[in-house]
């Protein structure tokens, strides 16, 4: 991956040429100097169209030094004009003059353009951002075009046209080009300035933002909300609250999703459950007044405590993956009404950390996520072992047995590919390198090893390519909603609707065949990096024989097939010591970093006679998971429902005590009884 460091030389040529450029033309201004004013215009020109293809990055930086597109655009123009002047005789000002007016009304225009743009946008910012909701009812419409919203686009295209003509003047004396290029500029700025100004008009406006509220209102009335899922976070955060997707929309209620970040709300995977994204604490407090009893919390983040302030409202902390990390036990999970586990073990965890979360507030609900991981079926029955390696991330706190990647990654992969009948899955945490620069390293080396072996494993590629694809475009055009890439959240939520009766049960359908059409289509012993949202992890699990991971969630889901993992110790502690330390690892095979204990690993696999840990694997299990029957899912929704009585049961005391206050009457200073006012929920 390109580091700044890597990226200096080519910011600092682009930058080079923009100044050079520049001062050349000053320079054939100034003597005038035909030749060299057309070739320093072109390159200045050149260096734009560099700018905006290959490096947006620097134009933030231009703009911070006061040098953004509006100000080079002006100098350029400028320059020209300057040239004009000083060619040829003095009367040329007054034949020029009416020239440098059209452009000077052009730059005016094109201010106009930015004042009314940004008057628009604000219309078409709502205090809330849908998705699968019918919201038409907001006056929704397509956005403006790009070239009108963005000013570093608008004006290289807008005043081409006036610069062109200005050039070509310069080259043939004839003032009728710079004429033509103006009105032409000229005559597109004020089409884009007509275009918002029409969508300022009260009829083509979005709703405003007490209309919106209003609406927002009459939806969560119509709907009544149950139950829902509460997520904020950044955007490689999203796949925390995508993880309880599936088994939010199976629950027995009217679940809801509610997001803090507009940008989140298509973050979120493909799903039929509602979306609400509420930014503002204000609009967020609406809930208070709604049918909504539990919000289910995914993840802790800093605007978690703008939630929990509602009084109304059940929450719970279900965390996205439990792990002997200390992260699995945060003392933040005190402030939610209940925690929500997956077995024994992670009550037990709360209970050693002492970080104030009562046992009676725990509740062991499963992984509902781990019921489509099927179970273990024998030893491998084709060619080739699978083996899945899915190191973690290196976290937060810099602690070395976070992650096998930095120490470990590079020779475990190498011992497993030394094996020839050993087909690598190799999937990274999403977030691998973005604290520890070192792991993003090692990272890019374990995928060129892979490469490399790949390169040597020579062999047929099966027929389903065809299928494949067929199956992509089927789920593509089930999950996908076609929706301009320009297009702003308005225009989103206008196509981004209230989903057609049905979708949710065939996008389960065309997952399942894409996820069949997937694993058919590559060749027998092909080893894969696996970093797109398909196949997803649990898939993997599937197709796996064996996993190799470090302490995390992945090997407590991993557990649910039965099937045997490994975990390697890059924490530094003897392996009697690192097992006590993580309960996790108790049914692991531990490996060092050196890899030295992968071909006997191996071997078990093949040799499950051999395997001396195929109890422990089923008793860790149900102390990580709970028992098989009933279900996670079915154990994840009895424990929505007790909790939404428990949110009913609590609106009933308060209402009663809020109505036993309405009846009272106090005496005043001087002895006089008059009733109290009503009061009102804070």
Same mark, same amino acid.
């Given at each position: 991956?390109?580091?700044p460091?890597?990226?200096f ?18 320079? @054939? ?8 004013l ?18 947006? +990055? ?6 911070k ?11 350029r ?9 000083? #060619?040829?005789e ?6 020029y003059t009416?020239?440098?007016? +059209?452009?000077l009304?052009f ?10 743009s940004? #008057? ?5 910012t ?21 070239l &009108? ?5 608008? %004006? ?33 700025a ?6 918002l ?6 009829s ?16 969560? @009335? ?8 509460y997520?904020?976070?950044? =955007? ?12 939010? @929309? ?19 995977g493909?799903?039929d ?8 604490v204000s609009?967020?407090?609406? %809930?208070?007044?709604?049918t909504l009893?539990v919000?289910i ?7 978690? $405590? ?26 933040? =999970? ?11 073990a ?20 499963g992984?509902?996520q ?7 079926a ?8 699978t083996?899945l ?28 590919l030394?094996?020839p ?15 520890d620069?070192?792991a ?15 390169? !040597? ?5 099966? +027929?389903?390519?065809? !299928?494949?694809a067929?199956r992509?475009?089927?789920?593509e ?13 308005? *225009? ?5 609707s ?5 979708? @949710?049960?065939?996008?389960a359908?065309a ?10 289509? &590559?060749? *027998? ?11 997803? &992890? ?8 064996? &996993?190799? $991971?470090?302490v ?7 557990l ?7 975990v390697?110790?890059?924490? +530094?502690? =003897?392996?009697e ?5 993580f ?17 006997e ?7 499950? !006679?051999?395997? *001396?840990?195929v109890?422990?694997?089923a008793?860790l299990?149900r ?10 899912q079915v154990?994840f ?23 036993? *206050?309405? #009846? ?13 006012q ?5």
């Amino acid at each position: 991956m390109p580091t700044p460091l890597s990226r200096f030389p080519v910011r600092a040529l682009v930058t080079a040429l923009l100044a050079v450029a520049f001062g050349a033309q000053a320079v @054939a201004a100034l003597r005038p100097h035909i030749p060299l004013l057309l070739a320093a215009t072109l390159a200045s020109l050149a260096a734009e169209g560099v700018l905006y293809r290959w490096q947006r +990055g620097m134009l933030s930086l231009f703009a911070k030094s006061h040098a953004d597109i509006t100000v080079r655009h002006v100098l350029r123009d400028l320059l020209l004009v300057v040239a004009l002047l000083r #060619l040829g005789e003095q009367h040329r000002e007054t034949v020029y003059t009416p020239l440098v007016a +059209g452009l000077l009304a052009f730059y005016a225009l094109h201010c106009a353009i930015q004042a009314v743009s940004v #008057l628009v946008r604000r219309t078409r910012t709502l205090p809330v951002v849908t998705r699968n909701i019918d919201a038409s009812a907001l006056r929704l419409s397509p956005a403006p075009p790009i070239l &009108l919203r963005r000013p570093g686009h608008r %004006l290289p295209a807008f005043g081409l046209p006036a610069t062109a003509g200005l050039l070509t003047t310069a080259a043939t004396d004839d003032p009728r080009c710079a004429a033509l290029g103006i009105a032409f500029s000229l005559g597109l700025a004020l089409v884009g300035l007509y275009d918002l100004l029409v969508r300022l008009l009260p009829s083509r406006r979005p709703a405003s933002e007490r209309e919106t509220l209003d609406w927002l209102d009459a939806w969560l @009335a119509e709907y009544r909300p149950t139950v829902g899922l509460y997520f904020s976070g950044g =955007a490689s955060s999203a796949y925390q609250a995508n993880m309880w997707l599936e088994p939010l @929309a199976q629950l027995d209620g009217r679940p809801l999703i509610v997001l803090r970040e507009r940008f989140m709300v298509q973050k979120i995977g493909p799903t039929d459950v509602p979306i609400l994204c509420l930014p503002k604490v204000s609009t967020l407090m609406r %809930l208070e007044q709604s049918t909504l009893e539990v919000l289910i919390h995914p993840a802790n983040s800093g605007k978690t $405590s703008q939630v929990l302030r509602i009084p109304t409202l059940k929450h719970t902390f279900v965390n996205h993956g439990e792990s002997d990390k200390l992260s699995s036990c945060n003392p933040y =999970a005190k402030a939610y009404d209940q925690v929500w586990v997956a077995g024994p073990a992670a009550r037990e965890r709360y209970a050693a950390a002492e970080v104030g979360v009562e046992d009676k507030d725990v509740v062991e609900i499963g992984r509902p996520q781990l019921d489509t991981v099927r179970p273990y079926a024998g030893p491998p029955a084709g060619r080739y072992t699978t083996v899945l390696y899915a190191p973690t991330w290196e976290g937060w706190d810099g602690n070395p047995g976070n992650t096998s990647v930095i120490e470990a990654g590079e020779n475990l992969v190498r011992a497993l590919l030394a094996d020839p009948g050993v087909r690598l899955l190799y999937k990274p945490h999403p977030l691998t390198g973005s604290v520890d620069a070192r792991a993003g390293a090692a990272d890019l080396r374990i995928r060129e090893l892979i490469r490399a072996a790949n390169r !040597e494993r020579t062999g047929e590629r099966p +027929g389903g390519a065809g !299928e494949l694809a067929l199956r992509t475009k089927e789920l593509e055009r089930l999950t996908t909603t076609t929706v301009r890439a320009s297009a702003d959240q308005v *225009e989103r939520m206008m196509f981004q609707s209230a989903p057609e009766p049905g979708r @949710a049960e065939a996008v389960a359908r065309a997952t399942a065949a894409w996820q069949e059409a997937y694993w058919a289509s &590559l060749p *027998e012993g092909e080893h894969q990096v696996v970093t797109d949202v398909r196949p997803e &992890l649990y898939a993997c699990f599937n197709e796996a024989d064996l &996993l190799i $991971s470090d302490v995390s969630s992945v090997i407590s889901d991993f557990l649910a097939s039965g099937k045997p993992y490994a975990v390697a110790n890059t924490s +530094g502690l =003897a392996e009697e010591v690192f097992r006590k330390a993580f309960p996790t690892v108790r049914a692991a095979t531990v490996l060092t970093p050196d890899a030295a204990g992968v071909p006997e690993l191996l071997d078990v696999v093949r040799h499950p !006679e051999k395997d *001396e840990l195929v109890q422990a694997r089923a008793e860790l299990k149900r102390h990580l998971l709970g028992p098989d029957e009933p279900s996670s899912q079915v154990r994840f929704d009895e424990a929505v429902q007790a909790l939404c009585a428990a949110a009913r049961e609590h609106r009933a005391r308060m209402a009663r005590r809020l109505a036993a *206050e309405d #009846l009272a009457e106090i005496p005043d200073q001087r002895g006089r009884v008059t009733p109290q006012q009503p009061s009102r929920p804070v």
